[in-house]
């Protein structure tokens, strides 16, 4: 189960941090990431990272948005900083290559609100 986190309004130029933790009796997790989704738009990859820590941002967020993750706590962040109005979203973790005992799986969050005010 995944837990999201950290959402809320702001106003432009200010920055938030969203978290999402990985519940279970989780081994390892592969590739872990953020999506977000605006109102009337598909769902989009915000950025990734693997379990080596390798990163991939869309173009639309680097140079303000990072990426982490703490594998001993199977929990990855965005912070999220210089927000913008079109950063408006739902934003969903998504963990990819969750190993458990009994599984092999792919998992995503419930969706945090990101509201940007200009």
């Known amino acids: 189960q995944l837990q999201a986190s950290g959402g809320g309004l702001v106003q432009a130029g200010e920055s938030l941090r969203l978290s999402c933790a990985v519940s279970g009796s989780i081994i390892s997790i592969n590739d872990m990431g953020w999506y977000r989704q605006a109102q009337g738009k598909q769902r989009e990859l915000v950025a990734a990272i693997s379990r080596g820590g390798r990163n991939t941002y869309a173009d639309s967020v680097k140079g303000r948005f990072t990426i982490s993750r703490d594998n001993a706590k199977n929990t990855v962040y965005l912070q999220m900083n210089s927000l913008k109005p079109e950063d408006t979203a739902v934003y969903y973790c998504?963990?990819?290559?969750?190993?458990?005992?009994?599984?092999?799986?792919?998992?995503w969050g419930q969706g945090t609100l990101v509201t940007v005010s200009s």
């Open positions: 998504n963990a990819v290559g969750v190993v458990t005992l009994h599984s092999v799986g792919a998992y």
